[in-house]
């Protein structure tokens, strides 16, 4: 059974930072690449970034390329998204998912960036 379990989320002031991480289980870790994804309120669930299966090409949305980075550590199944000079609009639930194969979505962690 495939399962993402994602934490690293909380509140956190304009312009700071945090780091999330999602330990997935049930497949082969190493062999895929990976996503972040968030939902923001009321809105419908947008990608965030990509990570190939061993991390070496990532891609991300226009709008977070300069602030997010996402890495993985394949020995333990878990991959990271790195955020910065976060801002308001950053607010959401984010989650981690098998970029090429849907597997359902783990719980996910609420960010919210407010002063």
């Known amino acids: 059974q495939v399962q993402f379990v994602e934490s690293g989320g909380g509140l956190v002031q304009p312009g700071g930072s945090l780091r999330r991480s999602c330990t997935a289980s049930?497949?082969?870790?190493?062999?895929?690449?990976m996503s972040w994804y968030r939902q923001a309120p009321g809105k419908g669930r947008e990608l965030v970034g990509n990570?190939?299966?061993?991390?070496?090409?990532?891609s991300y949305k226009d709008s977070v390329k300069d602030r997010f980075t996402m890495s993985r550590d394949n020995a333990k199944n878990t991959v990271y998204l790195q955020m910065n000079s976060l801002k308001p609009e950053y607010t959401a639930v984010y989650s981690c998912?098998?970029?090429?194969?849907?597997?359902?979505w783990g719980q996910g962690t609420q960010v919210t960036v407010s002063s």
């Open positions: 998912r098998r970029r090429y194969t849907y597997d359902g």
């Open positions: 049930g497949f082969i870790f190493s062999s895929a690449a």
């Open positions: 990570s190939s299966s061993v991390g070496l090409v990532t």
